[in-house]
T-cell receptor, first 111, second 117 residues
Framework: KQEVTQIPAALSVPEGENLVLNCSFTDSAIYNLQWFRQDPGKGLTSLLLIQSSQREQTSGRLNASLDKSSGRSTLYIAASQPGDSATYLCAVNHNTDKLIFGTGTRLQVFP | GAVVSQHPSWVICKSGTSVKIECRSLDFQATTMFWYRQFPKQSLMLMATSNEGSKATYEQGVEKDKFLINHASLTLSTLTVTSAHPEDSSFYIC?????????????FGPGTRLTVT
């Protein structure tokens, strides 16, 4: 059974810091991996999607890497801003049909 | 592109009544839609997978007679919570997969907060 874990569970940093959020999964036979952002009481915003054949994806200040063989992905946030405060979720697509979500990292960036 | 809407965004109902939540793909055809529920400060848990024109596939532990799913068209899926109870209060989120896409990416709706009193 696929299990997805995110570390840390919560993170509070001053703005301007570069951040690394971690995601690990137990079954490396994934189709792709997505990183999402969720603001309180809101739905999900897709940030980055990495196909299993890819090693990283970049969008603006965000960079996500994937090491499928070791079951790990990291989301790198450069020069964090208060507006980055949210919960970040990673999810693996295991058999092209179901997304298995991680436990989430609650990020707070203070001015 | 790839916008998914949900209606209503929030609903309060009395215990024992039924509530219907709609999920629509606005600018693409979704052969497959997914329903998730999320309890406070927890992650999303898949409830069921809905395929257009066929019966939904429910995850283990989800009562199919309580959570009725209908996917009658390529742009609309509905979730009906029947005989709702306070423990059904949760945040329900749907997602849709573009039937013509090759990445199997899911696009998520904004969620519906259900409160059962």
């Amino acid at each position: 059974k696929q299990e997805v874990t995110q570390i840390p569970a919560a993170l509070s940093v001053p703005e301007g810091e570069n951040l690394v959020l971690n995601c690990s999964f137990t079954d490396s036979a994934i189709y792709n991996l997505q990183w999402f952002r969720q603001d309180p009481g809101k739905g999900l915003t897709s940030l980055l999607l990495i196909q299993s054949s890819q090693r990283e994806q970049t969008s603006g200040r965000l960079n996500a890497s994937l090491d499928k063989s070791s079951g790990r992905s990291t989301l790198y946030i450069a020069a964090s801003q208060p507006g980055d405060s949210a919960t970040y979720l990673c999810a693996v697509n295991h058999n092209t049909d179901k997304l298995i979500f991680g436990t989430g990292t609650r990020l707070q960036v203070f001015p | 592109g790839a916008v998914v809407s949900q209606h209503p965004s929030w609903v309060i109902c009395k215990s024992g009544t039924s509530v219907k939540i709609e999920c629509r793909s606005l600018d693409f055809q979704a052969t497959t839609m997914f329903w998730y529920r999320q309890f406070p400060k927890q992650s999303l848990m898949l409830m069921a997978t809905s395929n257009e024109g066929s019966k939904a596939t429910y995850e283990q532990g989800v009562e199919k007679d309580k959570f009725l799913i209908n996917h009658a068209s390529l742009t609309l899926s509905t979730l009906t919570v029947t005989s709702a109870h306070p423990e059904d209060s949760s945040f329900y989120i749907c997602s849709a997969r573009d039937g013509n896409g090759i990445s199997y990416e899911q696009y998520f709706g904004p969620g519906t907060r259900l409160t059962v009193t």
